[in-house]
């Protein structure tokens, strides 16, 4: 009630106004709500004012005076600050009152710096540039002036200006602050002509050098710009700053000396090629990171670094700045190490028994007609080694000879009776029986050196062709066959790894293969064990990789019924066979990691002497039908240097005799004496004879390591 009074009252004064103040109005509203308040000031400034659904409230206002519609209208955003709104502008004259948090996201629309600011309580946002100041200080010092209701202040660093939202009487203030700080003539600007370096890389140190320092509080940040065109430096910033930019761009433009630096690394175990891209890599991070002045000095003009791989003599070929040749020298010598090696070796050890026996008989009955065609029979096929004999039962109605020719096929013990009788009516029965053993004791111990990281392989085996296909066409009968070659044997697929200390992780592939011999099959079958798995063994160490025991027991039985289970004279209508497979497959590995020349000598030197010892065996033992042939043997070892080729003559002289080779001589010179007189007397004789002349300690030849008498 109270409320409608006082509208009343408020327009008539607003009538009685009207004649002699048309344009001057005097406000007196005590707890009358906001929106009413709002209503009545677009009625009386002509505005088209829209209230968000969030303003709510009661207002007391009295004018002590008669206010214009300009005063009106700012005496209203005053209000409406007090109260925690805003007043926007929402286009086409359209004004918005919303609430302070809500006014800081609204389109506020975007003020030069040419347009004057007012006095209003209306949200406004300027950009302002900053000339002698950092953006960021001067926002952190202007940030506590902002109202942080409806206010925001910021700074984008690289175009070093800010950005304010507020009230426009709160940022004509602010405004004032930025001018007179961008009026400071204390940030000056100087360009210095670089003649020895490029003005763009002095101008990515200099920058870099500056962004590492710490400004004195107050100071603006000084700033360097480079013209390419003119390779010119432009200096920003006070007098203090210009003058110690203008020393450092002066010793970043120093002289450098056009002397050329190059170095040849000759490389003791890396391969030249290899380690060249490793150094190019190496060289570009450095030249990147290089922020000491008189290495930026010799960016701008020979910064760089060449490097090439000399193969035929394994070299690298350094030239450029002497820095870079130095790190990259110790490169080269951190990187050309002799590298470990690793030997694998493996044993291979497949153990196989087979045993099968067969037993049955087959009974085959013609009738009258001519032929060999039955009228009935019992045949049980094939037994467990493949037997089927009922070619050779059909035979026997054949006569004699087709009987035999039929009987030679069959497998095992066989033999059969016939009857013919006089009405034609013929009978034949054929009793087969097969016994079978097969035993395997296969050994294998391939053993591999390789070194470390590298992958290695061995084959010991063959290649089989096994028939992929056939192509027949109509006008030729004899189909054209397609073959491929198949690796069968041992094979070891290995690639070692040196882990910190001495253990070794191994990525192995170990396949063995082998020929069935089974003639079952069209084309050849091949047995193959395969075991690809990685393995961390210790050095020196000998682990199982793998295996098979396989145990089986195939027992079969074909029979007729009620006959066959007849005791005892069942058997004649039976066919039993029994057939048991044992395998036993182990895979075992023993790495062990060579690290140095003399202990690759002793593992080298323990091979070579094995291989001998055999070669003497061999020799004493003689060679059966030709007593007066002598066998190559290997000299003794002498060590990694000199080789044994080098110690093996070109031509073929017989090397040092050993004491098995002596008993092999003596043997020769016994028979050479037995020859009769008439006998042709071998060029060997008389070798032997002028030899015996020499003392008998020149031709005793020294004991090898590692060989028994």
């Known amino acids: 009630m109270k409320a409608i009074i006082t509208r009343l009252a408020l327009c ?17 509203m005590q707890n009358v709500d906001i929106s009413e308040f709002i209503d009545t000031v677009a009625k009386l400034t002509g505005k ?24 009106l209208y700012q005496l209203f955003l005053l209000q409406l600050g007090v109260e925690g709104y805003s007043v926007v502008e929402a286009g086409d004259g359209i004004l918005k009152v919303i609430p302070n948090q809500a006014a800081k996201i609204e389109g506020i629309e975007v003020q030069g710096t040419n347009k004057p600011l007012g006095r209003s309580e209306s949200i ?27 206010g925001v202040i910021t700074s984008y660093s690289e175009s070093n200006i800010i950005l304010i939202t507020d009230r426009e009487s709160n940022v004509r203030r602010l405004m004032a602050i930025v001018d007179s700080v961008n009026s400071v003539d204390s940030q000056l600007m100087e360009t ?21 320092q710490t400004r004195k509080r107050g100071s603006a940040k000084p700033v360097v710009a480079a013209d390419a065109r003119t390779n010119t430096l432009i200096l920003f910033g006070d007098d203090e700053s210009r003058s110690y930019l203008r020393r450092l761009v002066q010793d970043l433009d120093s002289e ?24 190019k890599s190496i060289s570009e991070t450095i030249v990147e990171g290089d922020e000491a002045a008189g290495r930026a000095a010799g960016a701008g003009k020979s910064s760089s670094i060449n490097i090439e791989a000399h193969e035929q003599t394994n070299s690298i070929v350094l030239s450029g700045s002497p820095h870079i040749i130095a790190d990259l020298r110790k490169v080269i010598h951190d990187l050309d190490i002799r590298r470990a090696q690793v030997l694998v070796e493996a044993i291979i050890i497949d153990v196989s028994a087979n045993k099968a026996k067969e037993l049955g008989v087959q009974w085959l009955f013609k009738g009258e007609n001519d032929g060999n065609v039955p009228v009935g029979g019992i045949n049980f096929g094939g037994g467990a080694n493949g037997t089927n004999s009922s070619p050779g039962v059909i035979s026997l109605l054949g006569g004699e000879e087709a009987a035999a020719t039929a009987l030679s096929g069959l497998r095992g013990a066989a033999f059969g009776l016939g009857k013919v009788v006089e009405d034609g009516f013929s009978f034949a029965t054929l009793v087969t029986a097969l016994a079978s053993d097969s035993q395997s004791n296969i050994l294998s111990t391939p053993s591999l050196l390789t070194l470390d990281n590298e992958e290695a392989s061995i084959l010991v085996g063959q290649e089989v062709p096994v028939i992929t296909g056939s192509t027949a066409s109509s006008t030729n009968t004899n189909p054209f066959q397609t073959i491929e070659r198949q690796e069968v044997g041992t094979k070891l697929l290995l690639t070692p790894q040196i882990n910190d200390g001495d253990a070794v992780q191994l990525a192995i592939e170990q396949e063995v293969s082998s020929l069935s ?62 057939e048991t497979v044992k395998r036993n497959l182990m895979v075992f590995i023993r790495p062990t990691i060579i690290r140095d020349g003399q202990t690759l000598a002793e593992l080298s030197g323990r091979k070579y002497n094995y291989i001998r010892a055999e070669q003497l065996a061999k020799a004493e033992a003689g060679i059966n039908l030709f007593p007066f042939t002598e066998l190559a043997v290997l000299p003794p070892w002498t060590g990694m240097d000199p080789s044994p080729a080098d110690v093996l003559p070109s031509e073929p002289v017989p090397p040092p005799m050993s004491p098995a080779e002596t008993q092999v001589e003596q043997k020769v010179r016994d028979a050479c004496d037995n020859l009769d007189e008439g006998q042709p007397r071998p060029d060997i004789c008389d070798t032997l004879s002028d030899s ?9 030849a020294p004991r090898p390591q590692g060989v028994d008498e």
Request: glycine fraction near 4%.
């Open 692 to 700: 015996a002349k020499a003392p008998e300690t020149e031709r005793e």
């Open 12 to 28: 008539a004064l607003l009538i009685l106004a009207a004649p002699a103040w048309a344009e001057r109005f005097e406000l007196d």
């Open 192 to 212: 210095v002509v670089l003649e020895n370096s490029s003005a763009e890389e002095v101008e990515r140190v200099v920058n870099k050098i500056l962004s590492q």
């Open 256 to 279: 450098v000396s056009n002397q050329s630096n190059i170095r040849v690394e000759y490389l003791k175990y890396a391969k030249a090629a290899e380690l060249a891209p490793v150094l």
């Open 124 to 150: 406004v946002t300027r950009i302002a540039q900053v000339k002698n100041a950092d953006a960021d200080e001067l926002v952190k010092s202007l940030r506590p002036l902002v109202d942080n209701k409806v």
């Open 48 to 71: 088209t004012i829209v209230v968000d659904s969030r303003v709510k409230g009661k207002i007391t206002i009295q004018s002590q005076r008669k206010l214009d519609a300009d005063e």
């Open 517 to 578: 011999p089974s003639t079952s099959a069209a084309d050849v079958i091949t047995n193959k064990r395969t075991i690809k798995t990685t393995v961390l063994v210790n050095d020196g160490a000998t682990i199982v990789l793998g295996g098979l025991i396989d145990d089986q027991v195939n027992e079969g039985s074909a029979k007729v019924p009620l006959l066959g289970d007849i005791p005892i004279l069942g058997r004649l209508f039976r066919a039993d066979s029994t």
